[in-house]
Structures are given as C-alpha cells and as structure tokens.
C-alpha cells in the first residue's frame, strides 16, 4: 500500500524546459518595481539563473536525499516525504504546505526535527516527520471530480498516517495546510495531540457585543498593518477561485508566466523587513518553480481554491477545535489576528511573537521555527 518513490525528470522534459525559457516573449513594463505586478529586471534575472546557473539535477539530487513515498487513494497516488528520526522517543509529526509552496518549503527544516541535538536542540525533542504533497501538487495525483476540498485533503491526511501506523501525532501548517491541519484536528480529534499554525483563518467574531474589546493596541497595529499590506495582493483569490482553468493554460505552457506567478506571491508574502534574496535564495525559489513545471500540476493547484470557495463545508461551525493550539506569529505573516479572536475558534494554549520572518517561516527562518515547535509540543510527547 505504501511504496518508495524517486524524484526523477525524463531529458527531454529538460530539453523542452530550455527551448522554451530561451524563446520567451517579455511584455513591457511601466511603474515602480512590483507596483503593476512581477517586476521584469528581478524576473529576467531570476530566468537568466535558471538558464545558466541553475543546476536541475543537483536539485532532484538534493530532493532525493530525503525518503519519498507514495500510497494509493481513491485511485489517486499522495506522495509524501517520511523522514524518521534515530531516536527512539521520537513522536510523529505530519506538516502541510499551501499554495505556491510544495515540500520543497520542508527541506532546510526537516533535519531540524528529526536530529534536533545537531541544531542546538535536544534528543528528547525529535520527530519523524511526515510532509505529503497536497493532492494536485507536487507528486501527488489530482483529483479528477469536482468537490476535493480543505476537508477531502485532511481525510487523505488522516487515512495516511493509520497506514503509516502512527495512532497519537502531531500537526502543523500554515497557509492551505493550516485549514486542512485544522479540519484534520476537527475530524480526528482522538488522535491529534496539539495542532501548530502559523496562520489562521479567523475572523471577526460576530456573535460577541464587542470584538474589539480584549484586543490590545498592539494586536490592533499588527491587525490593521496585515490587513493593509494585503489589501491590493488578493486579485489571485479571486481568479483561482473563480476561473483557475483559464489561468491554467498559460500558466502550463510558459515556465516564465508560471516563474512570475509564483515569484509574485513569494516577494509578497516574505517578511518585509528582509530584503526578499535574503529571505528565500534563487536556488531555493526555482526548486519550487520547477517542481510545479516538471509535475504539470500548477491547474490543479490552483483549484483547491474553487474547490473550496464552492464547498459548503465550514471549519469554524459545529464548535471551538479543542485540540491544544500553539500559534508563532511571524511578523510578514499574510493576516494576524488577536488572540481574543483566534480563542473563540481554537484551544489556544501556545501564542508566541517571533521576531522575523513572514509566511514561508520553515524557508525563511527554519531555525525560529524548528525552535517553536520543539517549545510549543514539548508538554504534550508521550510520558
């Protein structure tokens, strides 16, 4: 049921690539970098490294360090990276990624985890960590009806780890892996020790008199900053979630519009205060790129959001998530809410401000993270 899976890409799939990054038509460009959208010095840059200096085959090697697996679902092939630690009290830990991320978000943290006394940390804190590739990226087939949504890809997750015999674990997400995290928290509540989020999806609480009234001035700062910086960066919610198979066609013909897309989200939605090569390397950038090339699942990809903006199922109906909840607010994080607002939603019982990083935490700051959690799920390991 479960098999071993190598990264590999056929040549001529690498062939094709270069033919097509070494015929792109540029559009022009007006405006301050980034106002109208990718900027064209930055992404002409960024393609000239993949043409010259990016080295695919170090990069599936360096995939391929890790252990990858895949398992039959619904006629659906998940894939997904086991990275089992040497030490015996290891406690199971699965990671979600979202969108535009992949498991490539998990490679600089995953060693973390797993050997954490190499890293500043202890033995007593290690995982195994399980990251499966959302169905529809990476290596993980797509659906093929209409409907898999937030809460389809947490019962995938859940079927999962009982194949993988792991009966209590842990979870964390952030981005689309902080719903279906939470929804798998909602649907296997026995079995799910502690849930940690680095984004979370709550909203105003209406049913209270007065929302605002346990927020401190500086959640309020942090809200409304959030709120702003994200106020012109949503126009991609709103395509994918509408028309994704539009967006789809040129998206899977041209590596270069598939490069901006992505490349956009990824400028944005890092911590502001780093300046963006800094937080994420080109490297680092194009390994996610081309996974979503070489697996053609960018469509698909995107339609986890229909998916779920038609879906009638609701996570924050039916009752708060009792699951002990740790929150790392990371101060690029794309929404951030009080802690008044996420208690009404969640059993919050770890809420910690961390002092760098943005939404691709595990890339940007691993070790901050890495940190978090080995904090955070210390109290709930196994005795």
Known sequence: MIKPFTVSVPDHVLADLENRLAR???????GEPWDYGTDITFL??????????FDPLAAIEELNRLEHFTTQLDQRALHFVHARSPHGNA???????????????FQKIIPMLTRPELFGGKPSDAFHVICPSLPGYGFSDAPTTPGFDQRSAAIDHITLMERLGYNRYFLQGGDWGSAVSSWHAKLAKERVAALHLTLMFVSKPKHLEDPFENVSPGELDRLNASQARMSGGTGYQAIQGSKPQTLGYGLTDSPVGLAAWISEKFQHWTDPAVPFEQSISRDELLTNIFLYWISGNITASTRLYYESAHSKANLLEGGRIMTPTGHAIFPGELYLPPRAWAEEFYNIQHWEIQPQGGHFAALEVPEVLAHDLRTFFRPYRNP
Not at 44 to 53: D, E, T
């Open 24 to 30: 792109t038509r540029w559009p022009d460009s007006i």
């Open 91 to 105: 406690q199971p830990l699965l990671m979600t990624h979202g969108w535009p991320g992949s498991i490539v978000e």
């Open 44 to 53: 002409r840059a960024l393609i000239h490294h993949w043409q010259h200096h």
